[in-house]
């Protein structure tokens, strides 16, 4: 496979998606972005591939960590809190997961990834209904 093929088309795509989107969908492409890694990370780490794994946990904990650098704290109230928490908590498991070469903490990482962006799809649908 012609991974740079690969990553120039998605950076095409992924250039498309950003254009217009609003922040909501903004955050959508970074939990699709997300949960993509993370499979990578997963891929790796089964494959004994574990520099390869490394990096892949670092963008995880990097987009992880720009989610809540964006949350608005002064307006958000407790939701936000708890949201930012929840982002620390998922970098955290990331981490340690890596670290002891644990596929179960990637995978807890994963269903609580899928259960948010669950909820941003929510709010998505709100914004286009009003």
């Not at 989107?21 to 955050?27: C, E, G, I, R, Y």
């Not at 089964?46 to 670092?58: A, F, H, P, V």
């Not at 960590?65 to 949201?83: H, I, P, R, T, Y």
Request: glycine residues 10%; charged residues 25%; aromatic residues 8%.
């Amino acid at each position: 496979m012609d991974y740079q093929a690969f990553r120039d088309y998605h950076a095409i795509n992924l250039e498309a998606q950003t254009a217009t989107a609003s922040p909501v969908q903004l955050v959508l492409v970074l939990f699709d972005g997300l949960i993509d890694e993370l499979a990578r990370a997963r891929g790796h780490m089964e494959g004994r591939r574990y520099e390869q794994k490394g990096e892949s946990i670092t963008r995880c904990i990097n987009i992880l960590n720009g989610l809540s650098s964006a949350l608005d704290f002064e307006s958000g109230g407790e939701v936000v809190s708890n949201l930012a928490r929840l982002y620390d908590y998922c970098a955290y498991r990331l981490y340690d997961g890596s670290a002891r070469l644990d596929v179960a903490a990637l995978d807890e990482v994963a269903g609580l990834l899928h259960t948010l962006k669950g909820g941003w799809m929510g709010v998505l649908e709100q914004h286009e209904a009003a």
